[in-house]
């Protein structure tokens, strides 16, 4: 049958199973959406801006294991999904963005609202597409749908002419996927696996590291499997966070430069380091020659390119993480390793990294310590990026699988509000709560007007400090103080914001007021801005300096040193950024 290229795609995209697209028009992609009504099938959220579309589309899929689904016009439509794509790009989140153009034969003469879509986002996605014919948008959205969700997903973008979406054509929808450059892996090899079960049996202190691969693969069970079988204690990295329950016997915490220092420490003694669907992140390792140095690296991945990109890897093995794992958890023969487990219980004890101090002012790790306790850890909890993550990570206790959704390579501040909106879209029997920070909020928080009008009810913990707190952070350990372009002086009285945008808002000020105040935002049956008014000059600890080892790990305040007349902290200057 014959149907526009508009028609094409919407068509195509209920093949692909889509429901939902998060998006705004424009001239480029009109025809596409004077379409959409034909296709009542698919749901359409308009977005108050199209980074927001972009991260509601990527928590979509880091929530539900759905490819997300945003759109956007030429030009600025397009450029303003850069932030948003180049964030699921460095997490491995799969959506799929489709992008009007100018018409064909404007391309390339500075027409109004033109830019090269594809040439700007090209390093920032898997792969993507510009379609010159009506009669090739079945193959592109198909295969740009198998592109992002297999291997290591990531987001793909498929950019259309406007003549295109109007031009009409004999519609096919291809059955199979023909891309003879692109054969992901997803078996291990099976000598490879016998020598990591081999390396696992010898080991006398092995540690498993698991990473945002787990929930990408959906590995949980077979996590806990190898863990229990082989009684090894497994660390998470920031997008691992929630891949094995916290509350387990074997659960060891996040390491790295704001992980717990037993975490870390527990890495540092391993003879054998088993990396599930990690990357080795500078995070997670600090200085590379100081990492891990008594261990052989067993190292799982689907994607080849970052096996040994950062650590020597002595086993390597390419793979579909749950495939491998159900593959070598038949042949890890079942282990007991008593004095292992029992010296990492110690080093927790001996190293209390998740204490809270004392203070007469209201902390952020209380907020978030009583958000755990009210909702048992089972919410989903969308974080931005900064302090109010860090402490998220550490003192909320995950108990429920994919539970924990963050920017972590790139550390997109702004990612909280939208990408929490997605996630609860595709998932909407789950409590969703997001912990933002003032900063990163005030970045995309006129998504909740679109929250608002399509009944999405995210709940926000704000932790609000009128700082930008981790830059403040760094300029007192390592500036001397030098306090600059840091502070919110004029944040809007967030609780008037709330109630402007037709949400209930809910202003808390003394510790008595965290748990009621939780309470009743998740009574409500709608979103609600829960505004935490918090201590300013609250710092993260752990911390591990950028670019440095576990030996200079500040476990808590009272371990700086070298404070000078003026109060600030004579640290060297750090090799990374935060």
């Known amino acids: 049958m014959k149907l526009t290229g508009a028609q094409m795609v919407c068509e195509s995209l209920i093949r692909e199973g889509v429901d939902v697209v998060f998006g705004i028009p424009g001239g480029a992609i009109l025809p596409l959406y004077q379409t959409m009504p034909e296709y009542p099938q698919i749901r359409h959220i308009l977005t108050r801006h ?8 990527d928590g979509y899929y880091r929530a539900s294991g759905r490819v997300g689904v945003a759109f956007a016009t030429s030009g600025p439509g397009a450029t303003n999904l850069v932030t948003g794509l180049a964030t699921a790009s460095m997490d491995s989140s799969a959506f799929v963005a489709i992008t009007g153009q100018v018409s064909r034969a404007s391309i390339g003469k500075d027409a109004f609202q033109e830019t090269d879509t594809t040439g700007v986002t090209l390093p920032i996605t898997k792969h993507n597409y510009l379609v010159m014919n009506a009669r090739d948008i079945p193959r592109a959205i198909h295969e740009a749908f198998h592109i992002a969700k297999t291997g290591r997903p990531g987001p793909v973008l498929v950019d259309i002419p406007k003549d295109v979406l109007i031009e009409e054509a ?54 806990k499997e190898l863990a229990e079988k082989a009684q090894i204690p497994v660390v998470t990295t920031l997008l691992g966070v ?9 659960s060891v915490g996040m390491p790295g430069m704001h992980g717990v220092a037993y975490a870390s420490i527990a890495i540092d003694r391993s003879d054998v380091l088993i990396s599930l669907g990690a990357r080795f992140d500078d995070r997670v390792t600090g200085r590379i020659s100081s990492f891990a140095p008594l261990a052989k690296v067993i190292h799982i991945d689907v994607d080849p390119s970052v096996i040994g990109q950062n650590v020597k890897t002595h086993v390597p093995i390419v793979g579909d993480l749950r495939r491998v794992l159900r593959d070598l958890n038949r042949i890890v023969e079942p282990q007991s390793r008593p004095e292992w487990l029992d010296e ?39 974080t931005g990026v900064g302090q109010h993550q860090m402490w998220a990570a550490q003192h909320y206790m995950f108990t429920e699988p994919n539970s924990f959704i963050t920017s972590g390579g790139l550390g ?29 909020f005030q970045m995309t928080m006129s998504e909740l007007a679109t929250l608002v009008e399509n009944k999405i009810p995210v709940k926000f913990a704000l932790m609000n400090n009128h700082f930008l707190g981790m830059v403040r952070q760094w300029q007192h350990l390592f500036y001397k103080d030098t306090f600059y372009a840091t502070k919110y002086t004029g944040n809007p009285d967030f609780v008037k914001l709330a109630d402007a945008f037709g949400m209930l808002g809910i202003r808390v000020t003394d510790k008595t007021q ?65």
């Open 514 to 578: 965290v748990t009621p105040a939780i309470q009743e935002a998740m009574a409500h049956d709608g979103p609600v801005l829960v505004d935490f008014i918090v201590d300013e000059e609250e710092n993260v600890y752990p911390m591990i300096p950028p670019g440095e080892s576990l030996k200079q790990l500040i476990e808590a305040p009272e371990d700086l040193e070298h404070v000078s007349a003026q109060g600030g902290h004579e640290l060297p200057l750090p090799e990374g950024d935060f």
């Open 50 to 57: 199209e980074q927001g579309a972009a991260h509601a589309a």
């Open 242 to 250: 929630s891949s094995f329950p916290e509350t387990h016997v074997l």
């Open 412 to 440: 997109t501040m702004g990612f909280e509000v939208p990408a929490a909106m997605g996630a609860q879209v595709a998932r909407p029997d789950a409590t969703v709560w997001s912990i933002a920070g003032d900063g990163g």
């Open 344 to 382: 990492v219980e110690q080093l927790r004890r001996d190293h209390p990294s998740l204490r809270i101090h004392p203070s007469d002012k209201l902390l952020q790790q209380e907020v978030i310590r009583q958000l755990s306790e009210v909702t048992q850890g089972k919410a989903l909890i969308v």
């Open 170 to 223: 004999e519609f096919e929808y291809p059955e199979t996927v023909n891309l003879p450059g692109y054969k992901p892996t997803l078996d291990g090899h099976p000598t490879q696996i016998k020598k990591a079960a081999r390396l696992i049996r010898d080991a006398k202190r092995p540690v498993i590291m698991a990473g945002h691969g787990v929930h990408l693969a959906g590995a949980h069970a077979e996590l």
